[in-house]
């Protein structure tokens, strides 16, 4: 299996930075896609950034312009760093990761959430 762990996290005033990392292991082969999800209190879970092996990135567009997504491969990290904050960014926010893992001699696809990082930005 592949875990996901994200860290950074914590409370900001309005307009402040945070950066988000999310590290997977495992006995993984490759990583397809890497996203940022969020989850607000009453709401539903929603896309943040999302980015691909091939480069590409998407973004909500409520961040856009204010978030970017990275990737360090060699470290099968994913990072999100957010400038301006808000307080409508107050959420719970998930790494979700995908792509093939080694399961004893199989390789296997793999679809895995972090245990979630709060962000609280007051006003």
């Known amino acids: 299996q592949v875990q996901l762990v994200e860290s950074g996290g914590g409370l900001v005033q309005a307009g402040g930075s945070l950066r988000l990392s999310c590290a997977a292991s495992g006995t993984i082969i490759s990583i397809n896609a890497m996203g940022w999800y969020r989850q607000a209190p009453g709401k539903q879970r929603e896309l943040v950034a999302v980015s691909t092996s091939g480069g590409s990135t998407n973004y909500a567009d409520s961040v856009k312009g204010r978030f970017t997504i990275s990737r360090d491969n060699a470290k099968n990290t994913a990072y999100l760093q957010m400038n301006s904050l808000k307080p409508e960014d107050t959420a719970v926010y998930y790494c979700?990761?995908?792509?093939?893992?080694?399961?004893?001699?199989?390789?296997?696809?793999?679809?895995?959430w972090g245990q979630g990082t709060q962000v609280a930005v007051s006003s």
């Open positions: 979700n990761a995908n792509g093939l893992y080694k399961d004893y001699g199989y390789v296997r696809n793999f679809g895995s």
